[in-house]
C-alpha cells in the first residue's frame, strides 16, 4: 500500500485544471496549508477571485482527486480567494486596489450606471471588496442608483471617506455639489476631479474599483487612463445597429488609451429592440461576450429606488444575468493577469 504523503497528494491536485488559466491547480499555486494525517487531508484552495464562476466545481474536483487516492479517509477542502493587484506597488492611489475597470460605451442611456451598479453589488454579494468611482461629473447616477443621500466625511487625515451602501463603497460628484447645481466643469477640471477620485479618497483595501464612464469617447477616457493602469473595460451596448456603430466607436478608444476589453454586454435585450447585436460585435471584434441583460421593468425601478436589482430581485432574468456578468468579468481579469505575470510555483 502506498502511502498518503504531501507528495502523492500534490500529485493528485495536479490532474485538476483551471478552465480559464489552462494550468492545473499545484502549478497556479492554489493549494495552501495541505496537511496529512493518518488518513486524513486538509487543504485550502486559494482562487485568484472569490467571484470565479467555476469555485465550486474545483472544489469538488480536487476534493474527488484526492479522495480516490488509497488510505485517504477523510478530505477536507477550504476554498478562499486572493485578488492579486495589477497595479505597481507603491502607486499614489487612495488605497491598496487590485484591478481598476471601466464600464464604458458609445453613449448615453444603454444602461452603464446600471451595469456598473448591478456588477458591483455582484461581486460584493460573491465575497469580493468592490468600491465604486462615478466619473459621470456631468451628470452623476450612481447616488439615486445606490440610494446614497447625504455628502461623504473627510477622514482625519484629509482624505475623503467614501460612501458605503449594499457593502459597496462609492464616491460621486452627486454627493459632493448641492442638489439640483448644474455641474459645467472643463475638461482640466474633470481630469483633476478624477485624480482626486483616485488618489484623495481612503479606498482602503479593494479588490475591484469599477469606473462609471460618462457617455462618449472623450475626455473622462483619456484621463483615467492616464492616471491609472487599467485592467480593463466592459463595452455596454443595446442591440440596435444604431448603438453598435457607437460600440465600434468605443472600442477604439479603449485601443487608443491602450486599455483592455474585456469584453461586451447586451443590456435592453428583448422584443422592443432586438437582440443579438451584442453577440454579434463581440464577434466582429474577437472579444469575449458577456452576456445579455433583459430589458424589464424591474431594472429600472431597481434603480430609481436605490437598490440594484441584484437585491431587489434576485430571482429575475436580468438579476441572474448580471450575476453571471460578474462571474465573467472576474474571471476575464483574472486570465488577462495570468497572461502577463509569472505565476509562482509551489
Ligand atoms: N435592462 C434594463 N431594463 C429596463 N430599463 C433599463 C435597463 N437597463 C437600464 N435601464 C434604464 O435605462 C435608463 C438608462 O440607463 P443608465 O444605466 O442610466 O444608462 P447610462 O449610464 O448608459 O446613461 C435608466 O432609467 C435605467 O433604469
Ligand atoms: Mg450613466
Not at 472569490?50 to 479522495?67: I, R, T
Not at 485601443?255 to 437582440?275: A, Y
Request: aromatic share 4%; net charge negative.
Amino acid at each position: 500500500m502506498t502511502e498518503l504523503t504531501k507528495e502523492t497528494v500534490l500529485d493528485a491536485l495536479k490532474a485538476v485544471q483551471d478552465p480559464d488559466l489552462h494550468q492545473d491547480i499545484v502549478a497556479l499555486g492554489f493549494v495552501q496549508d495541505l496537511t496529512v494525517c493518518g488518513g486524513g487531508v486538509k487543504f485550502t484552495l486559494e482562487l485568484t477571485t472569490p467571484a470565479c464562476p467555476v469555485k465550486e466545481e474545483l472544489k469538488q474536483q480536487a476534493h474527488d482527486a484526492v479522495a480516490a487516492l488509497e488510505g485517504a479517509e477523510q478530505v477536507t477542502v477550504n476554498l478562499t480567494a486572493k485578488v492579486k493587484s495589477s497595479l505597481p506597488e507603491g502607486n499614489d492611489l487612495g488605497g491598496n486596489i487590485g484591478h481598476v475597470l471601466a464600464v464604458t460605451s458609445g453613449k448615453g442611456g444603454v444602461g452603464k450606471t446600471t451595469t456598473t451598479v448591478n456588477l458591483a453589488v455582484a461581486l460584493s454579494q460573491a465575497g469580493a471588496k468592490v468600491g465604486i468611482l462615478d466619473a459621470d461629473v456631468y451628470g452623476p447616477n450612481i447616488p439615486v442608483m445606490m440610494g446614497i443621500q447625504g455628502k461623504p466625511t473627510g477622514g482625519a487625515d484629509g482624505q475623503i471617506v467614501p460612501m458605503t451602501a449594499h457593502g459597496v463603497k462609492t464616491i460621486s460628484v452627486g454627493n459632493l455639489v448641492e442638489d439640483g447645481q448644474p455641474v459645467m466643469w472643463r475638461g482640466p477640471m474633470l481630469h483633476k476631479a478624477l485624480e482626486q477620485f483616485l488618489k484623495e479618497v481612503h479606498w482602503g483595501s479593494l479588490d475591484y474599483l469599477i469606473v462609471d464612464m460618462p457617455p462618449g469617447t472623450g475626455d473622462a477616457q483619456i484621463s483615467l487612463a492616464q492616471l491609472v493602469p487599467l485592467s480593463g473595460a466592459v463595452v455596454v451596448t443595446m442591440p440596435p445597429e444604431v448603438s453598435l456603430t457607437d460600440v465600434r466607436r468605443a472600442i477604439g478608444m479603449c485601443k487608443k488609451v491602450k486599455c483592455p476589453i474585456l469584453g461586451v454586454v447586451e443590456n435592453m435585450s428583448g422584443d422592443i429592440f432586438g437582440t443579438g447585436g451584442g453577440k454579434k460585435t463581440a464577434e466582429a471584434y474577437d472579444l469575449p461576450y458577456l452576456g445579455t441583460v433583459p430589458l424589464h421593468p424591474d431594472v429600472r425601478q431597481a434603480g430609481d429606488s436605490g437598490t440594484p436589482v441584484v437585491l431587489s430581485h434576485p430571482d429575475s432574468a436580468a438579476a441572474k444575468a448580471y450575476v453571471s456578468l460578474a462571474g465573467k468579468v472576474a474571471r476575464e481579469i483574472s486570465k488577462k493577469q495570468s497572461q502577463q505575470l509569472p505565476l509562482l510555483e509551489v
